[in-house]
C-alpha cells in the first residue's frame, strides 16, 4: 500500500470527515513544515520581487508614515533567494529571525547570518542580503533616517558571487 506523507500529515493535524479533507493548511503550518521558527507572519509574495533572484515573501509590520518614519518589514526568502545589490541612501537595519542567511558588502566577503544576528548597513553601502543555499531565511528589515531615506535598486548577483 502506498501512504501519501502529505495526505498522513493533513490528517493528522486537520482531521479527516466523511472522505473528505476538511480544511487546509495554515501559514503556520507551512511555516513549521520549511523549518521557520519566527514569532511573525511569512506573508504575501513580496510585490518589489523584480529586484530579487528567487522567491521571497513580505509582511509590513509598519509602514512609513509621517508620525513614527519608520518602514520594518519582515522579510522571508526561500533557499538562494537573494536581493539584488542596492544601497540605502539612508541605510539600513537587519534583525535576523531564523535560518541562515548571507549578507555582503561590495569588495568584501560574504558573512554568514544565523538567528539574533544584526547588521547595521550605513548609508550608501552597496549591498546585497538572502537565504543560504539550502536555507530559508527570514530578518526584519529597518530603514533608517527616514523620510530621506531611497532604495537604489542595481544589477543581480550573479550565482558566481552568491557562491563565493
Not at 541612501?89 to 544565523?114: D, F, M, N, P, T
Not at 552597496?126 to 543560504?132: I, Y
Request: proline share 4%.
Amino acid at each position: 500500500m502506498n501512504i501519501n506523507k502529505a495526505a498522513v500529515l493533513a490528517a493528522v493535524i486537520c482531521g479527516f470527515a466523511g472522505g473528505f479533507f476538511v480544511c487546509k493548511f495554515t501559514e503556520a503550518d507551512c511555516m513549521k513544515e520549511k523549518n521557520i521558527d519566527t514569532v511573525f507572519a511569512m506573508g504575501d509574495k513580496n510585490p518589489y520581487g523584480k529586484f530579487f533572484t528567487g522567491q521571497t515573501y513580505l509582511n509590513m509590520l509598519s509602514g512609513n508614515d509621517s508620525v513614527f518614519n519608520a518602514p520594518i518589514g519582515n522579510v522571508t526568502f526561500e533557499p538562494g533567494a537573494r536581493t539584488n545589490w542596492h544601497k540605502h541612501s539612508g541605510g539600513q537595519i537587519l534583525l535576523v529571525l531564523a535560518g541562515e542567511g548571507r549578507y555582503q558588502e561590495r569588495g568584501k566577503e560574504i558573512q554568514i547570518l544565523h538567528k539574533g544576528d544584526v547588521v547595521r548597513i550605513a548609508p550608501d553601502v552597496e549591498h546585497w542580503h538572502g537565504a543560504a543555499p539550502k536555507s530559508w531565511f527570514t530578518h526584519i528589515s529597518v530603514e533608517t533616517n527616514v523620510p530621506a531615506n531611497e532604495a537604489q535598486w542595481l544589477e543581480a548577483v550573479t550565482d558566481a558571487e552568491y557562491k563565493q
